[in-house]
């Protein structure tokens, strides 16, 4: 299996528009918002998550070029992990393919019908086969054996009053691939370390996880810097240090899982992560975790 990381960063990308923070303005090369691009043969591609960037970085990277044939793409689908802007709004760049296959879950689906309506707006276009992915129940996707794991039930600020939706609005995604045995996990938005995480990680090579907030202290940054918005981006992500922070589980795991890289991505602009000379890169990244720039690939 290969995959290419499309994006690192959150919502609004790295620098954001309206951002003059201490990150936005260092210079550090920028981050697209984040995907993931996953593929058993290299022939056939599915995204993970579609970016309203969806366009530059399909075009920024070859294997996902269009081809062979005139109007032939090695895109096949998109899986989504939750229905928030940033990770959807990118559906509607896709339009022009038409077959094009996305799984969600049902929650998702649903936000996708109504709040944010893109499923009949592409209907018009010809575009989009949505099927369910059922948290917990193996599906074939490419040649690839995929699961999903509810991880939270953050709804997107436009989905606040959808009424009876059950959940879960937030999966991670774990691929394997049957040929090889590699394995790969897919979680941006993770609100929690939540129980039975552990077991949905085991065996993989590469486990990349929400990289959102350094710290807790950062959410109070986050309001300041995107307004009110910001204290509800600050929800639903778990921090990367302090007590109970992704960092300490990390390091749990790796004693024990020596053959397992853990990757952080989803990096809100204000996360001093996101740039590679701070002292927060550094630190993260001696303590065992990998900060990977856009375009990094993985074959497993
Ligand atoms: C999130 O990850 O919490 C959301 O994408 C926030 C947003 O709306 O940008
Ligand atoms: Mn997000
Ligand atoms: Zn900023």
């Known amino acids: 299996m290969r995959a290419v990381l499309l994006g690192t960063a959150a919502g609004g990308g790295c620098p954001q528009w309206n951002c003059a923070c201490p990150v936005c303005t260092s210079g550090a090369p920028a981050r697209c ?47 989504l992990t939750d229905a928030e802007l940033d990770h959807t709004l990118g559906l509607m760049m896709l339009r022009e393919g038409a077959g094009l296959r996305v799984w969600a879950p049902k929650a998702v689906l649903e936000a996708l019908d109504t709040g944010f309506p893109v499923r009949g707006i592409l209907g018009g276009y010809g575009a989009g086969e ?12 490419g040649g690839l054996r995929v699961t999903a794991f509810a991880v939270g039930d953050k709804r997107p600020k436009y ?10 609005w937030v999966v991670a995604y774990r691929f394997e691939d049957p040929a090889t045995g590699g394995v790969l996990v897919y979680a941006p938005c993770l609100a929690s ?44 992500h778990l921090p990367v240090t302090g007590e109970g922070g992704s960092l300490a589980h990390i390091g749990r ?28 890169h550094r630190e993260v990244c001696a303590a065992g975790a990998e900060i990977p720039a856009d375009g990094t690939r993985v074959e497993l």
């Open 193 to 236: 370390w939540p129980s039975g995480f552990d077991e949905f990680t085991a065996g993989a090579g590469y486990v990349l996880l929400d990289g959102t907030f350094h710290s807790a202290r950062e959410f109070g940054g986050a309001t300041r810097a995107a307004g009110a918005s910001g204290a509800q981006a600050a929800m639903g």
């Open 253 to 280: 795991l790796r004693a024990e899982r020596p053959g397992t890289r853990f990757a952080y991505t989803h990096l809100n602009n204000t996360n001093p992560m996101a740039d590679p000379r701070s002292a927060a």
């Open 159 to 168: 989905a606040r009053s959808l009424p009876g939706v059950a959940g879960p």
């Open 33 to 79: 918002q984040d995907g993931l691009a996953v593929g058993a043969d290299g022939v056939g591609w599915y995204l993970v998550n579609a970016s309203p960037d969806i366009r530059a970085q399909i075009l920024a990277t070859p294997e996902l070029a269009a081809g062979p044939g005139p109007r032939e793409t090695p895109v096949r689908g998109v899986l």
């Open 130 to 141: 949505w099927s369910e992915f059922v948290a917990g129940k193996e599906q074939e996707v």
